[in-house]
C-alpha cells in the first residue's frame, strides 16, 4: 500500500496543510498511524478525494534531482551531519561546520522527506530575526559587575 504524508497530500489535493489536518481530525480522510503516532494517508484515499471532487489525477512528479537551483538566503553553511535525534515530532541536527558545531531543531517529517542520516553532506541555511553577540569578560571585571546594581535599580541602604 503506498503511503503519502499529510503534506504530500495537500499538495496533491491543491489545498493547505492545515486543511488536511482538520480534515483528519473530523475523519473526512482516512489515514494510517506510524508506529509513531504520525498520520501517513493511503493514494487512494488521496485519489478518492479527487474523484469525488470531479478534479482529474494529477501526473505523478519526477523525484527532485537533489540540487538547490537558487535560494535567496545568504547565511549559508556547507557541513557534514555529525547526529540524528528524533523523538515525537522533532528531531534534533547536529551538523560538523569546519571546527563547529552547529544545532538545529526541526520537524521529524522533514527528516523523512530529506532522508538524512549520518554522514551525509548537508547545507544549513541561518535566517534569523536576531543575532547576538558575546564575548569573554575578565575575571575581574566579570566581579565588578556582579557586584554593581542594575541599570536604572538603587541599592537599598
Keep these: 500500500?503506498?503511503?503519502?504524508?499529510?503534506?504530500?497530500?495537500?499538495?496533491?489535493?491543491?489545498?493547505s496543510y492545515p486543511t488536511i489536518?482538520?480534515?483528519?481530525?473530523?475523519?473526512?480522510?482516512?489515514?494510517?498511524?506510524?508506529?509513531?503516532?504520525?498520520?501517513r494517508i493511503p493514494a487512494a484515499e488521496?485519489?478518492?478525494?479527487?474523484?469525488?471532487?470531479?478534479?482529474?489525477?494529477?501526473?505523478p512528479t519526477p523525484?527532485?534531482?537533489?540540487?538547490?537551483?537558487?535560494?535567496?538566503?545568504?547565511?549559508?553553511l556547507r557541513g557534514l551531519v555529525e547526529e540524528v535525534r528524533s523523538e515525537g515530532l522533532l528531531s534534533q541536527v547536529r551538523m560538523r561546520i569546519g571546527d563547529q558545531t552547529l544545532t538545529a531543531v526541526i520537524t521529524r517529517d522533514a527528516i523523512d522527506e530529506l532522508k538524512l542520516r549520518r554522514g551525509d553532506e548537508a547545507l544549513a541555511v541561518i535566517k534569523s530575526t536576531e543575532v547576538m553577540i558575546a564575548r569573554q569578560v575578565a575575571p575581574s571585571a566579570a566581579r565588578a559587575r556582579a557586584t554593581r546594581p542594575a541599570p536604572g535599580r538603587r541599592r537599598r541602604p
Excluded at 497530500?9 to 491543491?14: Q, T
Excluded at 523525484?63 to 549559508?76: D, E, F, K, T
Design 63 to 76: 523525484p527532485h534531482a537533489g540540487a538547490i537551483v537558487a535560494l535567496s538566503g545568504r547565511n549559508q
Design 21 to 39: 489536518k482538520q480534515w483528519i481530525y473530523k475523519g473526512v480522510v482516512r489515514t494510517r498511524p506510524t508506529a509513531g503516532g504520525h498520520h
Design 1 to 15: 500500500m503506498d503511503l503519502v504524508t499529510p503534506r504530500e497530500a495537500a499538495r496533491r489535493l491543491g489545498v
Design 46 to 59: 488521496v485519489e478518492r478525494l479527487l474523484a469525488s471532487a470531479g478534479r482529474p489525477l494529477p501526473r
